[in-house]
């Protein structure tokens, strides 16, 4: 049963800083892609930050770019974000994703990725 155990959200002010970690299980972790997408509301889910997991190969979406720094533990299967200079236009619930499907390249389309956690909410005050 494949598993993705979010965790690290909460309220910061602008500026600030947060990590979230994204624990896999359940299935075989390399050579696949994880990412961390996010939704605020009334917007369209969209993809922050992904990794290939069998060569630690990042993609980054234009907005958090120099901010936000995608990284894995392979040891432990779990992938992290480190986001940096908040903006409260970062608010958003995140979501860690998996394509688990053994893959050369990454996408960053949500409708690609085929397991998902829960999501942890991210909120930046100005």
């Known amino acids: 049963q494949v598993q993705l155990v979010e965790s690290g959200g909460g309220s910061v002010q602008a500026g600030g800083s947060l990590r979230l970690s994204c624990a896999a299980s359940?299935?075989?972790?390399?050579?696949?892609?994880m990412g961390w997408f996010r939704q605020a509301p009334g917007k369209e889910r969209e993809g922050v930050a992904i990794?290939?997991?069998?060569?630690?190969?990042?993609y980054y979406a234009d907005s958090v770019k120099g901010r936000f720094t995608i990284s894995q533990d392979d040891a432990k299967s779990t992938v992290y974000l480190q986001m940096n200079s908040l903006k409260p236009e970062d608010t958003a619930m995140y979501y860690c994703a998996a394509d688990t499907r053994v893959r050369t390249a990454c996408s960053g389309d949500y409708w690609t990725y085929n397991y998902w956690g829960l999501g942890t909410q991210v909120t930046v005050s100005s």
């Open positions: 359940g299935y075989t972790y390399s050579s696949s892609c």
């Open positions: 990794i290939y997991t069998g060569g630690g190969r990042t």
